[in-house]
C-alpha cells in the first residue's frame, strides 16, 4: 500500500462508513416482506430498532464477514495472488462456529453456513461454494455481492484487480450469476474512485458482467430509469421480470435503480466509491 493515494484513503474511509449506516438501517427490517416495510414505514430515513424492539448489533457477514474475509491479504503477508482456497482458510482460521460473523441459520437454509460446513469437512473452496456441491438455489444467493466490497476498495481504480478478487472472496460460498453480479459490482466500485459519470462506469463495467440474464437486465434497468422518475415503479417492473421468466435478480440490481433516480445520492456515491 505504499504511495498509497491519499484521496482513495478518504473515499475509501466513506465506503465504510456507507456500508455500516446502510447495514443498520437495514438490519431492523431485515426479512420483511416489501409491502409490510412500506405500509409500516413507508420511507426510513433513520434508524428504527427501538420501534421494531430488534437489536441493532448482530452477528452478520453484511460487516463482519465483509472486513473479516479481508484477513486473508494481511495472513498472507499482502500476497496478492491470493486465492478463494486462502479466503475459506480465514473463514475457518476466525470464524466461531455458531456464533460470529455468519448467520447460522442452519446447513441447507444459510448459505454461508452451509459453506462453512463444506470447508470444516475439508472440502476447500471453490468446491465448498459450487453449485455441483450446494445446487443452483443455494450458489445463487445473494450473500457474495455484499461481502466482496474491502476486496473491490482495495482496488481502487482498477476494476480489473477487483473483479478478480471479488471473485475469489465470492466463490467461497457462491456461484454461477451470484459470483459475475459480485464481480461487476466490484469493477463499479474500483472504477468509481476515478470516473464520477454513472453513464461511464456502467458502460465500461458492463463487459465483467458476462452472463447473458445479467447484461440483459443491466442494460433493462438503465433504459427504464432513463423513463422512469419513481423508484418503486422500477421495482414493481423488476419484480414483473422476476415473476414472467423466472430470473434470480441479484438484490443489489436494486441499489442500481436508486443510482440513477436519485441525482444526489448518485453525485455523492461516486465522489465517494460508495456503493
Known sequence: MSGFQEIYKEKIYSGVLGKIIGVYLGIPVEGW???????????????????????????????????????????????????????????????????????????????????????????????????????????????????????????????????????QCARVSHDGLAVNAAEFLAALEAMAFEETRLDSLFDHCIRYAVYPDLQKLIDDVRNITAKEEN???????????MVITGIQVPARLFQITEWFLLPSFAEEMTSSALL
Open 33 to 167: 416482506d416489501y409491502e409490510d416495510i412500506k405500509e409500516t414505514y413507508g420511507e426510513i430515513y433513520s434508524y428504527i430498532q427501538e420501534k421494531t424492539g430488534e437489536t441493532l448489533i448482530v452477528a452478520d457477514d453484511d460487516i463482519s464477514g465483509t472486513f473479516g474475509f479481508f484477513k486473508t491479504v494481511e495472513d498472507l503477508n499482502y500476497d496478492f495472488s491470493l486465492t478463494s482456497k486462502d479466503i475459506g482458510n480465514t473463514w475457518l482460521n476466525y470464524i466461531f462456529e455458531n456464533r460470529t460473523v455468519l448467520w447460522w441459520g442452519g446447513i441447507g437454509n444459510s448459505v454461508e453456513h452451509t459453506a462453512y460446513d463444506n470447508l470444516k469437512k475439508g472440502i476447500p473452496a471453490p468446491e465448498s461454494g459450487s453449485i455441483k456441491r450446494n445446487g443452483p438455489v443455494m450458489a445463487n444467493q445473494i450473500g457474495a455481492q455484499i461481502f466482496m466490497d474491502a476486496y473491490a476498495m482495495m482496488c481502487a481504480g482498477d476494476p480489473e484487480k477487483a473483479v478478480w478478487y471479488a471473485g
Open 231 to 241: 423508484w418503486r415503479s422500477v421495482r414493481d417492473w423488476i419484480i414483473s421480470i
